[in-house]
């Protein structure tokens, strides 16, 4: 079974509105973390933002927050006052654990245009 | 964040040739882990490799294609051996750093192979 679902391969969105990129997960340890990456066409895979499964709030950097909704195990990025710049893959991550080693697991991505 | 250098960024190679690739971090960590990206696709992790251990790879990949050296706490190899056109790929190191009471990933501008 996937681990991280991205179910949609491409997005649309016109400058300066919002966009959220779904993701839902799929684990049975209670501790887990979930990433989002940004990877734009040069190839290099950019950290964005972070949730721990314990964090009582949303994560938020900048222009970016994560709409983390436990019971549903989905961990949907939101984009505010997107910019021609945001134009790139999206990728969902999670590790599962607390202590030790515990490789990301990536989402197949989601395509973000945005359009003037 | 780290600082994360590769070289080469891009290359083109022949079949049955080997190609290696260096990582270079900007601060000692005591893991560094190398991705493979394939045209259209996710990210898998290869292996992680410890300074002064084996690397440890994971299932479907095996160190007589993928040999990986760790010399010291900054700089690691992966080197693509006996190459074919299945092995064009974005290849991409990454190193972990603690922030906000979470080790995240950060990942190295990656090197995009073209085997011919």
């Known amino acids: 079974a996937q681990k991280i679902t991205q179910t949609q391969p491409g997005m649309f969105v016109q400058e300066k509105e919002a966009v959220t990129l779904d993701c839902t997960y799929d684990t049975s340890d209670p501790s887990y973390g979930l990433f989002w990456y940004k990877q734009p066409s040069s190839g290099e895979m950019i950290f964005l933002i972070y949730q721990g499964s314990y964090d009582q709030q949303n994560a938020t950097e900048g222009r970016y927050s994560l709409n983390f909704q436990k019971a549903r195990k989905s961990a949907n990025l939101v984009i505010s006052a997107s910019q021609l710049g945001d134009s790139a893959m999206y990728f969902c991550a999670m590790r599962e654990g607390s202590t030790g080693f515990q490789k990301l697991v990536f989402g197949t991505g989601t395509r973000l245009l945005v359009s003037p | 964040s780290a600082v994360i250098s590769q070289k080469p960024s891009r290359d083109i190679c022949q079949r049955g040739t080997s190609l290696t690739i260096q990582c270079q971090v900007d601060s000692q960590v005591t893991m560094m882990f190398w991705y493979r990206q394939q045209p259209g696709q996710s990210l898998t992790l290869i292996a992680t490799?410890?300074?002064?251990?084996?690397?440890?790879?994971e299932s479907g990949f095996v160190i007589d294609k993928f040999p990986i050296s760790r010399p010291n706490l900054t700089f690691s190899t992966l080197t693509v051996s006996n190459m074919s056109p299945e092995d064009s790929s974005i290849y991409l190191c990454?190193?972990?750093?603690?922030?906000?009471?979470?080790?995240?990933?950060?990942f190295g501008p990656g090197t995009r192979l073209t085997v011919l």
């Open positions: 490799a410890n300074q002064g251990s084996e690397a440890t790879y």
């Open positions: 990454s190193v972990e750093r603690g922030v906000r009471n979470t080790d995240t990933q950060y």
